[in-house]
């Protein structure tokens, strides 16, 4: 098992693209006096950790120009096309290893421009044992995956790779790992913390969709139908033009607003998942939600919305402590999946909470209490208070 390190979290990214360029920049960002402010962030502090106790240390990817470099100059190399918000980031002396490819590429991507696509680096791919024995020379704590929607073979290889060389592993994508209970058991049985799977983003389209769909129900509103359409420009969605990469992605973004219905709707009456690739958007998103219900008296209502964010920034005001949740797992010797954190954190984790039972488990979790030790009837806030 890697070395935990009790003052830094050393951190193995898996993917160098737009997520990983907004997460690196934001350990920069708020290490300034911005992080005595902390705004954009829902946690200055967990467990004694901030945002600049979060090191780069070993870094995966598959495109030739990345592979090779320092993972300062890797995050601004295209197609990466995110918001540059810290454009200053020190050289890391960390070289972007070459990673397993398997399904993490997708054929159809060689037909778009250079600029927009992943570009396959031709340099030899690393076995387990590889991998295994960089994550340990590198003292890695906690592994963050980023690798493209799709990518089952690629994502159970890192997984791998994370129980052999006792890694915390947090699973960002939609390939079900913690949420299977196959792999979810075999991460308990070897004492390594797991959180996922696929994260929310801060104010994303699932996270609002769901609170939408939350309030209806507890207003009594009857949701007879509803529809999230998502449109964006960055290499995230022109991957999923691949339509037989979506299956995952798409239960996993219909469970998270099932999940959150009074009664579940039938497949013919919800829709939620990407929709097109508008390259001109970058890593601008644009969402529409529509929502057919009825009212007092079955009196009909429809509610619809437009929401535009910036992909990944959004993602990484959630990675950001997803990443601090694993290591203080990892510190406590807690292993298998991390419930609070996953349900408060994810579209699809093993058990749907409703949004304020997991932050309030998940604020517990950071707090130190098990949640099974209070007794029945306790207010959570009370506790936590306490």
């Known amino acids: 098992m890697t070395a935990n390190n009790k003052n830094s979290i050393n951190v193995a990214m898996i993917g160098l693209g737009n997520c990983a360029s907004s997460l690196i920049q934001g350990i920069y960002y708020y290490a300034t006096d911005r992080e005595t402010d902390a705004a954009g962030l829902m946690h200055r502090e967990i467990g004694g950790y901030t945002p600049s106790d979060i090191k780069v240390v070993a870094a995966y990817d598959i495109d030739k120009r990345k592979v090779g470099k320092d993972v300062a100059d890797a995050l601004f190399m295209a197609p990466n096309c995110t918001a540059t918000f810290f454009p200053d980031i020190p050289q890391q002396n960390v070289i972007v290893q070459m990673g397993q490819v398997l399904d993490g590429y997708s054929d159809h991507m060689a037909n778009y421009p250079d600029g927009r696509r992943f570009i396959p680096s031709q340099a030899s791919e690393p076995t387990k044992?590889?991998?295994?024995?960089?994550l340990h020379e590198a003292g890695v704590d906690v592994m963050m995956n980023y690798l493209p929607v799709g990518s089952q073979q690629a994502t159970e290889f890192y997984a791998e790779c994370a129980l052999e060389a006792g890694v915390a592993f947090v699973n960002n994508i939609p390939v079900f790992i913690a949420s299977d209970p196959v792999w979810a058991g075999r991460f308990e049985d070897a004492g390594i913390p797991i959180i996922g799977d696929d994260i929310k983003a801060q104010v994303g389209a699932t996270i609002v969709h769901r609170v939408l769909t939350d309030l209806f129900a507890k207003r009594g509103v009857a949701l007879d139908r509803?529809?999230?359409?998502?449109?964006?420009?960055?290499?995230?969605?022109?991957?999923?033009?691949?339509?037989?990469?979506?299956?995952?992605?798409?239960?996993?973004?219909?469970?998270?607003?099932?999940?959150?219905?009074?009664?579940?709707?039938?497949?013919e009456n919800i829709h939620v998942g990407p929709s097109d690739y508008v390259a001109w958007q970058n890593d601008n998103k644009v969402c529409f939600i529509r929502m057919e219900g009825r009212l007092f008296g079955d009196v009909p209502m429809n509610l619809e919305l437009r929401l535009s964010v910036e992909d990944s920034p959004n993602s990484a005001g959630v990675a950001i402590d997803t990443v601090r949740c694993a290591k203080v797992a990892l510190d406590r010797g807690q292993g298998g999946v991390i419930e609070g954190p996953s349900a408060f954190f994810c579209k699809h984790p093993p058990i749907q909470h409703t949004d304020e039972l997991a932050r309030l488990m998940t604020e517990a979790f950071i707090a130190g209490i098990?949640?099974?030790?209070?007794?029945?009837?306790?207010?959570?806030?009370?506790?936590?208070?306490g």
């Open 129 to 134: 044992a590889d991998v295994v024995a960089h």
């Open 226 to 267: 509803t529809y999230q359409l998502n449109t964006g420009g960055n290499t995230d969605f022109l991957n999923m033009k691949d339509q037989s990469r979506l299956a995952s992605k798409k239960k996993s973004k219909t469970e998270a607003v099932q999940s959150a219905a009074a009664h579940r709707l039938s497949d």
């Open 370 to 385: 098990h949640v099974e030790t209070l007794a029945f009837g306790t207010d959570f806030s009370s506790a936590l208070a």
